[in-house]
């Protein structure tokens, strides 16, 4: 499965370089006359764009798997618990306050408001405890809902909603050399959940279990909310909202090899790429020459792989 993984990843990524509507194409390439700028287009934005949905898809999996290790629940993410919406606020904020913010303060202002959007959900899932696994992302979702429209309402107000929807439609159109630079920050915190990967495996036993075995359960759990909270940051910022990803990775990762988080990581993170890749390609290609928002085609595609979850989890409850 591993090896279909790999192949998979090589020829979307291959693909992706070359699909678009302007003409860059191998032959474009190894032309090379001095009136083609193939070249030029390939360097600076089918490249730069290839490499952001790589990093996107990798590293909001891995979110979403340390997610559902802190709060032991296989059905969050960070588009579930209402840490994307908490981030999408901090981003309307800085219209308001510091329109002229540079991208890394957007950024660090967007992290801020995920960490406490992370661990706002932590305290009410402490606070409100639910018998059903099912109804967890439920809570997250009614708290994200409940900031969401908190959020769209003084956009309204502000007249700033317009400008606010650019952030939070995912779509990597834009994407261009000096504009994805932020996605390896992105792809650091992979490196910095992989090493602490055997850590989040002993969290999700429980804060007991974990405590028992000597392991400092609040450093760890503050580990990985500054992880989720970089990552849908620097995604934010770059290519906007992409739902359901961190949630349907991990769960089928976890269907075919297990919970182990430090075998998980590498599946997680090529599934969640070669994911992205297909839905990318598709988004370009469904009404070509135009561009259909990446957000919409996860969309639906995640939540219909979240409904067959929800209704494979329960079945297998009777």
């Not at 409940?146 to 939070?168: C, E, K, M, N």
Request: charge should be positive; charged fraction near 10%; hydrophobic fraction near 60%.
């Amino acid at each position: 499965m591993g090896v279909l993984i790999g192949v998979a990843l090589v020829i979307l990524a291959a693909t992706s370089l070359f699909v678009g509507v302007s003409d860059v194409s191998p032959l474009a390439l190894l032309e090379g006359s001095p009136a083609s700028n193939s070249a030029f287009l390939f360097v600076v934005s089918r490249v730069p764009r290839t490499l952001a949905v790589l990093l996107v898809g990798a590293s909001l999996g891995i979110a979403g798997l340390i997610m559902q290790m802190l709060v032991r629940n296989k059905f969050v993410e960070p588009s579930t618990t209402g840490v994307t919406e908490f981030a999408t606020f901090g981003m309307l904020l800085v219209m308001i306050f510091a329109p002229g913010m540079a991208l890394v303060g957007k950024m660090g202002v967007a992290a801020v408001f995920g960490l406490l959007g992370t661990w706002v959900f932590l305290q009410v899932v402490k606070a409100v405890p639910v018998r059903q696994l099912v109804l967890v992302p439920l809570v997250g979702i009614m708290l994200g809902g409940v900031v969401a429209a908190a959020t769209s309402f003084f956009a309204y107000r502000l007249d700033l909603l317009q400008s606010l929807g650019t952030w939070a439609q995912g779509s990597f159109a834009s994407i261009m050399q000096g504009r994805y630079e932020f996605l390896w920050i992105a792809g650091a915190m992979v490196l910095v959940a992989w090493l602490a990967a055997d850590r989040f495996s002993v969290i999700g036993l429980g804060e007991e279990f974990a405590t028992n075995l000597g392991l400092d359960y609040r450093k760890v759990v503050a580990i990985g909310m500054v992880v989720i909270a970089i990552i849908t940051a620097a995604v934010l910022v770059t290519a906007g909202v992409i739902p359901f990803l961190g949630l349907v990775v991990p769960n089928v990762v976890s269907l075919i090899i297990g919970d182990n988080v430090r075998r998980a990581i590498p599946w997680v993170a090529g599934l969640g790429a070669v994911f992205v890749l297909g839905c990318d390609l598709i988004a370009r290609v469904v009404r070509f020459p135009y561009e259909m928002p990446l957000s919409v085609i996860v969309g639906v595609i995640g939540a219909a792989l979240f409904l067959w979850l929800l209704l494979r989890k329960k079945s297998h409850a009777h």
